[in-house]
């Protein structure tokens, strides 16, 4: 089945560490995203990758790294300088066109304590 | 700059009753609009989209929705709530300058169902 895998769904780690995020998908699209979401604060888009090797900042980006080395994974980094990390991440992925849906993964939950 | 706003965080509505969510939009340019739905915990599934064309649009779990550009509005209806239905639900725009930078989401609605 094609579809975007996100891992670990839970995870928990101490403040001051930095943390990865895997999103892997197998549905041979170009573009792909990682969002944050917070209770009553909709998606907010962290960045975003077009093709392989490129990426671009989004909206809520410092504190965030990511790196696109192959077309299916998109890892983000989430580092101590985010002040606020505790969240729901969402990673999606799209062909890139005009017009076309994303697709996403389950989510993972980052819980810094 | 575009921008998604959902009226009301919170809708309640009676098992058998109409959903009605409500979607505003602004947008430079034509846009390009989708409703998600999400389950506690899970990610978003794409319930219908509009790009071009009929302005009613059919989705899935017998939702539509209408894109009226007078209104700049994307409502989400279906004529009889179930359960099931029970989710929150997103609204999204996508300009038509490209499709790779990303959609930009409402806040979201939570739609509650009583029995």
């Known amino acids: 089945d094609g579809g975007i895998t996100q891992s670990p769904k839970y995870l928990f780690r101490k403040e001051g560490q930095n943390v990865t995020l895997s999103c892997e998908q197998n549905?041979?699209?170009?573009?792909m995203y990682w969002y944050r979401q917070d209770p009553g604060q909709g998606l907010r888009l962290i960045y975003y990758s077009q093709i392989v090797n490129d990426f671009q900042k989004g909206d809520i980006a410092e504190g965030y790294s990511v790196s696109r080395e192959k077309k299916e994974s998109f890892p983000l980094t989430v580092t101590s300088a985010q002040k606020n990390p505790t969240a729901f991440y969402l990673c999606?992925?799209?062909?890139?066109?005009?017009?076309?849906?994303?697709?996403f993964g389950q989510g993972t939950r980052l819980t810094v304590v | 700059a575009q921008s998604v706003t959902q009226l009301g965080s919170h809708v309640s509505v009676s098992e058998g009753a109409l959903v009605l969510l409500r979607c505003n939009y602004s947008s430079s340019v034509p846009p390009y609009l989708f409703w998600y739905v999400q389950y506690p915990n899970q990610g978003l599934q794409l319930l219908l989209k509009?790009?071009?064309?009929?302005?009613l649009v059919k989705g899935i779990n017998g939702f539509e929705a209408e894109f009226k550009k007078s209104e700049t509005s994307f409502h989400l209806t279906k004529p009889s709530a179930h359960m099931s239905d029970a989710a929150e639900y997103f609204c999204?725009?996508?300009?038509?300058?490209?499709?790779?930078?990303?959609?930009?989401f409402g806040k979201g609605t939570h739609l509650i169902i009583q029995p």
């Open positions: 999606a992925s799209s062909r890139g066109v005009t017009g076309t849906e994303a697709f």
């Open positions: 999204a725009v996508s300009d038509t300058g490209g499709g790779a930078d990303g959609l930009t």
């Open positions: 509009y790009t071009t064309g009929a302005t």
């Open positions: 549905l041979n699209h170009d573009a």
